[in-house]
């Protein structure tokens, strides 16, 4: 019988999770972070939205935001025999040290979450609401919820594909 010591796995974790972090890109100058918003969610509107809803689902209690920039091109193996290619895609992030309360009831989900989880779960939850509010507008919006769905998924895969030392989380808040 193979057994793993716990704490030496989730160690391994980590360290391939600090090596693939180098992927995302953080976006330091003003410019390219005025763009990175209405790129990433094809909205102005969206960033209130975060705010809004880390402000009711976690114990967020305000602060300055990173945004990450994932190139499109990073593959891996996202499940048992799976391999899988991202598209551009993003996220943003709380600049908060220490860990966030997340509690999703719709989702039975209540959990501590680092601010790097926390963004990568917000941004799914908008990137998927905004792609079902905009296919209620018809066909001629089609085009834009294509991309916000490519943009959800490839963000999902670029947390298997890494090894994020909190996937379960993140999996279990956005299922």
Not at 138 to 162: C, E, N
Request: with cysteine; hydrophobic share 40%; charged share 20%.
């Amino acid at each position: 019988m193979h057994t793993q010591n716990v704490n030496t796995a989730a160690a391994e974790s980590d360290k391939r999770w600090d090596e693939n972090q180098n992927i995302a890109r953080l976006i330091l100058d003003e410019s390219s972070r005025m763009k990175f918003i209405p790129t990433l969610f094809c909205t102005l509107q969206a960033e209130a939205m975060v705010y809004n809803w880390m402000s009711r689902n976690t114990s967020y209690q305000g602060a300055n935001w990173n945004y990450y920039e994932i190139p499109e091109g990073i593959a891996g193996r996202v499940a048992a025999w799976t391999n899988a290619e991202t598209k551009w895609t993003g996220y943003m992030a709380p600049d908060h040290d220490g860990q966030l309360t997340m509690s999703i009831p719709g989702n039975y989900f209540e959990s501590e979450v680092s601010p790097d989880a926390a963004g990568i779960i917000v941004t799914i939850m908008i990137l998927n609401h905004l792609s079902w509010a905009i296919s209620e507008m018809g066909p001629d919006y089609q085009s834009v919820v294509s991309k916000l769905i490519d943009r959800q998924d490839a963000l999902k895969d670029f947390v298997s594909i890494t090894n994020h030392p909190e996937a379960a989380l993140i999996y279990r808040a956005i299922d």
